[in-house]
C-alpha cells in the first residue's frame, strides 16, 4: 500500500504533468468558435455575466478551439481532503455525444462546499469514449455566492477546462484527478 506521502508526490507530478500547453485543434470545422461557446454556455447557465465572457476568451487563448464540450452539474466539500461528484452531456462537434458521470478526491489547503453548473470545454478528444478516464488536474479557486472559476485537466494529449458557475462558499488550492465514467458511482477513486 501507497503511503500517504506517496501519494501526495504522485498526485503533484501528475498535475505537473497537466500543466503543460496543450496544443490547439486545427480543424476549424470540427471545432467550436467562440461565440458559438459562449452563447452555448449563456443558454445552459441562463445568464451572460462578464466573468463568464472572460473566462471563456482565456480558455481559448490558451488553449484555442475546443471540438467537444460538456453541460453538466456538480457538488463538491472538502476539508484539506475533498471530493467531487457530478454528471452531464458531452457534445462533440463532428456529431456524436455521451452521458458522462465524473467523482474525484482532492488534498491540499482547501476548505467549503459548493453547488455548481459546470460547462467544461474539451479539446483534441478523438471519440466520445475517450472521455472516460482518470484526468489529473490543479485546482484552485475562491467561489463567492455566484462565483465563477476555470481549472484544466490534462490527459494524453486531451484537455479539458471546466468552468464552473456556483453557489457556496469554498476557498483554497488542491491536487487531485476526477474520474469521468459511463455509469454513476460514489466510489471517488
Known sequence: ????????????????????????????????????????????????????????EKAFKEQ????????????????????????GELLMKGGGGAKVYWAGPSIGFDLGANASKVFTLVYKLPKPADIYQRF??????????????????RLNGITLAPIRLGVGLRA?????????RREKSINPF
Open 136 to 153: 489529473p488536474g490543479v485546482d484552485g479557486s475562491l467561489y463567492y455566492i455566484g462565483g465563477a472559476g476555470i481549472n484544466y485537466q
Open 1 to 56: 500500500m501507497i503511503d500517504r506521502r506517496q501519494h501526495l508526490q504522485h498526485l503533484a507530478a501528475l498535475a505537473a504533468a497537466s500543466a503543460l500547453p496543450a496544443l490547439a485543434a486545427e480543424d476549424k470545422d470540427g471545432t467550436y468558435d467562440e461565440d458559438s461557446i459562449l452563447k452555448a454556455a449563456t443558454d445552459f447557465f441562463g445568464q451572460t455575466t462578464e466573468g463568464l465572457a472572460k473566462v471563456i
Open 172 to 180: 483554497g488550492a488542491s491536487v487531485g484527478y476526477i474520474h469521468y
Open 64 to 87: 484555442g478551439r475546443p471540438n467537444a464540450y460538456i453541460k453538466g452539474e456538480e457538488a463538491s466539500a472538502a476539508i484539506t481532503v475533498g471530493l467531487r461528484y457530478g454528471d
